[in-house]
């Protein structure tokens, strides 16, 4: 067995292992041809998200990959089109249409960048396909210079994969061994157990909203506590389920009253005023304030970011700041919400884990799910809202 080794700040998702694969019997392509460095330069999903080498997209027709120590970031281009990656964060990437989104990255232990193949492939308008089978998956990335389909390269290269992939199903054809639990759940389940640290925190925020109460009744039923960073407009229009978040022994931060964050980088004053008034509403309703703040979009983000000088500011108007380490984009699905969360608490790198999502259509329904495969270790795990008392966990300062 070949060990995948991660290098970097965001390493070792899983401890994932490839086989060696005989050149003679290759899986994963480009174009019309297979792409033989997969030994050092490997392909590899992580919860259903195929990563590859961004070195990849080098080799395809009108392509352009670039990277700058000055700017710290890596460019992949295609005509009139680029995609910007942030290679400090490891986290981040940026495009004309989309502006600054996450963007999950790792870096290889060659010092390759590996990115989510299918997310470049739609922006550029290149082919991404898969064809998984009981003898292993093939993949392939392609432009307009692909002649052949997958299919064909598959009976060339490696038929035994693809004989797997279209052989009818039997319940005599497969050994014993076979019938057993996918290996996928073994590791999972060895890895659960394997977790060093002793504490895991959700944040939710832009709540309360018709999504809350659906949340609050999941969180209830695995009995969890979380933090919610909730919007001036919330407070007004859901105010019971403002009481509700109190009294099931959730914290509750503030995340302002506009989310205005163009008007929040005109002057540190704006934020922390918007911050006021917001606790000024809550203790209407919960007769409490709070000191917890989250900014929208994160204390760096590209239209607001707080210095070192305006966090001096902030703290001396009784706020601290909390960011996250596991972000789970906006608008998830259930699927994308387990996939966002599950590999970065079992990797080897994970500590003190605080989520971030924003309270959605399937926020409660992803969240089900998340907290019923972590059921196992809720014993000596905590899961609680975060304290006053314990140090934030923020980017401020980081990119100064």
């Known amino acids: 067995m070949a060990v995948l080794i991660f290098g970097g700040t965001f390493a070792g998702v899983f401890s994932l292992r490839a086989v060696k694969k005989d050149n003679s019997s290759p899986s994963k392509f480009i174009n019309d041809e ?98 998984a089978s009981s003898a292993g998956t093939a993949v392939r990335i392609s432009d307009d210079k692909a002649q052949t389909s997958l299919e064909q390269l598959l009976a060339t290269y490696n038929p035994d994969l693809l004989a797997a992939a279209y052989a009818p199903e039997t319940t005599t054809a ?16 060895r890895d659960i157990e394997d977790i060093s640290y002793d504490r895991v925190r959700f944040t939710f925020e832009d709540c309360p909203n018709e999504y809350t109460r659906e949340l609050l009744d999941v969180l209830e039923k695995h009995n969890i506590r979380a933090t919610f960073f909730v919007t001036g407009g919330g407070i007004a229009a859901y105010p019971e389920l403002i009481s509700r978040m109190a009294a099931d022994g959730h914290s509750v931060g503030l995340h302002s009253m506009s989310l205005d964050e163009k008007f929040f980088a005109e002057d540190i004053r704006n ?73 970065e608490l079992l990797s080897d790198t994970a500590e003190d884990p605080v989520i971030r999502l924003s309270v959605g259509e399937h926020t409660a329904a992803g969240i089900d799910e998340v907290l019923t495969y972590l059921a196992p270790i809720k014993g000596r795990v905590s899961f609680a809202g975060i304290t006053f008392s314990e140090p934030e966990l923020n980017f401020i300062g980081v990119y100064e």
Request: overall charge negative.
């Open 34 to 131: 297979p792409w033989y460095d997969e030994e050092l330069f490997y392909w590899a999903q992580i919860a259903s998200v195929w990563f590859v080498p961004i070195t990849v997209f080098s080799k395809l027709d009108g392509v352009d990959v670039k990277s700058s120590s000055f700017y710290k970031n890596t460019v992949i281009s295609k005509g009139d089109k680029y995609f910007t990656i942030d290679n400090d964060t490891m986290m981040f990437a940026y495009t004309e249409e989309s502006g600054m989104f996450y963007f999950k990255t790792y870096m290889l232990r060659s010092g390759t960048i590996w990115v989510p193949a299918e997310r470049v492939c739609s922006y550029f308008g290149l082919g991404f396909e898969v064809l």
């Open 174 to 189: 497969k050994p014993p061994a076979k019938t057993t639990a996918p290996e996928t759940e073994t590791t999972e389940e």
């Open 271 to 343: 934020f922390i005023n918007e911050l006021e008034e917001e606790n000024a509403l809550l203790d209407r309703v919960i007769k409490s304030r709070t000191r917890l703040v989250r900014a929208p979009n994160g204390s760096w983000s590209d239209k607001f970011h707080i210095l070192n000088t305006e966090y001096d500011e902030i703290k001396a108007a009784g706020f601290v700041v909390w960011d996250w380490n596991i972000y789970v984009p906006d608008e998830a699905d259930v699927a994308s919400i387990y996939e966002a969360i599950i590999p």
